[in-house]
């Protein structure tokens, strides 16, 4: 206690204290609740400004006990991260776990579903398609623009869409709100959804103003132009606020796609 006194009038526990957020588990929120808050009060430390209690995880269905032998343990962890790679992993227990009042299910078949619905078929489809397409129409992979070189203006209206449908300034902006909001209210799942909303929205892009054709066509090359820039920056969005899910994979992308560099509110902006 002395010892501990000591370090707080001197000073080195102030990188540990106060928490923005403190975060346990729902069955002793009580004692962090009221005993915590009492306890740094007497002591005339700083209360946390948020105090966020989580569901548990259940394995099948069923809840995790000793008797059952269902625990998932460091080995069983270890098992899916070598086979789906750690941020595969990490995104699916951000998304999946038990972070508002809801106990989560650990199964192995939903681990894949997400594994092959929001990483292989979304994301990384999406990715490829895209950057396949800029290295094959345009070489060396260089960037195209969106800006007309007639008007000096954004192309945003091609054949039987309007700008009104695609604004995508307007779009990647609402979208990247939201995301902030969700991690700042500790939303996770909420928080992925509204990046890989923009993904879904790329793909659909893309099915709906067929780059593919135009490329055939002269006379649409500045469209093309457009249609591809404006899939590469809203891709380029979708990734930066993915990041804090899927930071290795991320990096690899930033390797590859300039991500932007600053501020997270800088590196979002169109």
């Known amino acids: 206690e002395?010892?501990?006194?000591?370090?707080?009038?001197?000073?080195?526990?102030?990188?540990?204290?106060?928490?923005?957020?403190?975060?346990?588990?729902?069955?002793?929120?009580?004692?962090?609740?009221?005993?915590?808050?009492?306890?740094?009060?007497?002591?005339?430390?700083p209360l946390p400004h948020r105090v966020h209690a989580h569901a548990?995880?259940?394995?099948?269905?069923?809840?995790?006990?000793?008797?059952?032998?269902?625990f998932v343990d460091l080995e069983v962890l270890s098992r899916y991260t070598d086979h789906y790679g750690l941020d595969a992993f990490r995104y699916f227990l951000m998304?999946?776990?038990?972070?508002?009042?809801?106990?989560?299910?650990?199964?192995?078949?939903?681990?894949?579903?997400v594994y092959s619905t929001d990483?292989?078929?979304?994301?990384?489809?999406?990715?490829?398609?895209?950057?396949?397409?800029?290295?094959?129409?345009?070489?060396?992979?260089?960037?195209?623009?969106?800006?007309?070189?007639?008007?000096?203006?954004?192309?945003?209206?091609?054949?039987?869409?309007?700008?009104?449908?695609?604004?995508?300034?307007t779009i990647t902006a609402a979208a990247a709100e939201e995301c902030l909001l969700c991690v700042e209210?500790?939303?996770l799942p909420k928080a992925a959804a509204a990046a890989m909303g923009l993904v879904l929205k790329v793909d659909k892009f893309i099915i709906?103003?067929?780059p593919f054709r135009m490329a055939k066509d002269a006379t649409k090359a500045e469209e093309l132009g457009a249609v591809l820039y404006q899939c590469l920056e809203t891709l380029r969005i979708?990734?930066?606020?993915?990041?804090?899910f899927l930071p290795n994979k991320m990096a690899e992308v930033g390797a590859c796609m300039q991500l932007g560099e600053g501020l997270l509110e800088e590196r979002v902006k169109w």
């Open 2 to 45: 002395g010892e501990a006194n000591r370090r707080r009038l001197e000073g080195e526990l102030r990188e540990y204290w106060p928490a923005s957020v403190h975060v346990m588990a729902k069955e002793i929120s009580w004692f962090h609740a009221v005993i915590w808050p009492a306890l740094l009060m007497a002591l005339e430390m």
């Open 56 to 70: 548990f995880w259940i394995r099948d269905g069923k809840k995790m006990s000793k008797s059952l032998g269902n």
């Open 95 to 113: 998304v999946e776990g038990p972070i508002g009042a809801q106990d989560a299910n650990f199964a192995s078949s939903r681990v894949q579903e």
């Open 119 to 169: 990483l292989v078929n979304t994301l990384g489809n999406s990715l490829s398609r895209t950057t396949a397409m800029v290295n094959k129409y345009y070489e060396g992979g260089v960037v195209p623009s969106e800006v007309s070189a007639a008007s000096g203006q954004r192309i945003s209206t091609f054949a039987g869409i309007t700008g009104e449908q695609y604004d995508w300034p």
């Open 185 to 187: 209210a500790l939303e």
């Open 208 to 210: 709906e103003t067929e």
């Open 238 to 244: 979708a990734c930066v606020l993915l990041e804090p």
